[in-house]
């Protein structure tokens, strides 16, 4: 991968790390923005990395522009040079897939949809060659997800499949956005999962809700107290599918402020995972069920 440089304006260096979505540019750029917040390079006053990209803002009047970007092209060579290991969490998120409330969502929106005679559900399994919906939830559903970027809208983690690029869901966004969104809605569009952290407008394919918040600016869920985003970039999602019974009991829990979301630390390879992808990821399976 040949990164790109480019800047905009006076107080922002953006770099392009590939042309292709795929975990060996985000684990670059990764690496490349942990190198620059580990260093607390003088001037340097914020650092986002994006999908197979990122964006480094700096105070001119403390670092030239030009010693800047040197430094960004020696972390850039020296990433090439790395084991692309990162020291991480593996989150569950339980799912209510094909729930009512963006079910209700999509039956308003159907004019704005590729197939207005279908759910989203039924139009990602046909599209992705799946003979069922419940078939195409298991295949959303049975390897994890890597967190990409966060951001966009506050809090929102943009996921990309762990699997072998042939075996990767897709499904297009909606032909023409919607003006509303359930608040958790788990959706896709092109090769990325999201969860939306907000009600609002959006255009990814619903496929259903999670009952744990993402985000919270006050910092009143329990387990959001020390954070007010759940997700950071390199995070490992593994979604699991649940019943409403199950989605009810979870919601009174955040409510009631006991429910404990299942996180684990793990070190996760890459190298290691594109030898076996399968297998890696029971092995990452077994670290969050404690295995």
């Known amino acids: 991968m040949q990164t790109r440089f480019s800047f905009g304006g006076d107080e ?5 790390v590939g042309e292709a979505m795929s975990l060996e540019a985000f684990f670059k750029s990764l690496f490349i923005t942990n190198a620059v917040r580990d260093a607390k390079i003088r001037g340097v006053t914020e650092i986002c990395p994006a999908n197979a990209s990122y964006q480094v803002k700096f105070d001119p009047d403390q670092i030239k522009p030009d010693d800047l970007l040197t430094e960004l092209k020696r972390l850039d060579s020296a990433s090439e040079k790395s084991e692309p290991v990162i020291k991480t969490r593996i989150i569950e998120i339980p799912v209510l897939y094909n729930d009512p409330w963006t079910h209700e969502t999509l039956m308003r929106f159907r004019e704005r949809h590729q197939d207005p005679n279908g759910t989203d559900l039924e139009y990602a399994a046909r599209i992705n060659g799946l003979d069922s919906v419940d078939a195409f939830i298991k295949a959303h559903s049975s390897a994890p997800w890597f967190v990409s970027m966060v951001g966009f809208v506050a809090g929102l983690p943009f996921l990309y499949q762990m699997v072998e690029r ?15 969104t359930p608040k958790l809605t788990v959706g896709h569009g092109g ?8 009600r609002g407008a959006g255009g990814y394919q619903m496929f259903g809700i999670t009952p744990m918040p993402i985000y919270d600016p006050n910092q009143n869920i329990s387990y959001l107290r020390d954070f007010m985003c759940l997700f950071r970039p390199g995070d490992i999602v593994k979604w699991k599918p649940i019943d409403r019974a199950a989605y009810d009991a979870a919601v009174a829990d955040v409510d009631a402020g ?16 594109n030898r076996d992808v399968d297998a890696y990821n029971a092995k990452l399976d077994g670290v969050l069920h404690g295995r």
């Open 258 to 273: 006991r429910f404990a979301p299942v996180i684990r630390d793990v070190s996760f390879s890459l190298t290691e995972f």
């Open 166 to 180: 042939k075996r990767q869901l897709q499904a297009p966004k909606y032909l023409r956005p919607r003006t509303d």
């Open 191 to 198: 090769c990325f999962s999201c969860i939306y952290s907000v």
């Open 12 to 16: 922002h260096i953006f770099a392009e």
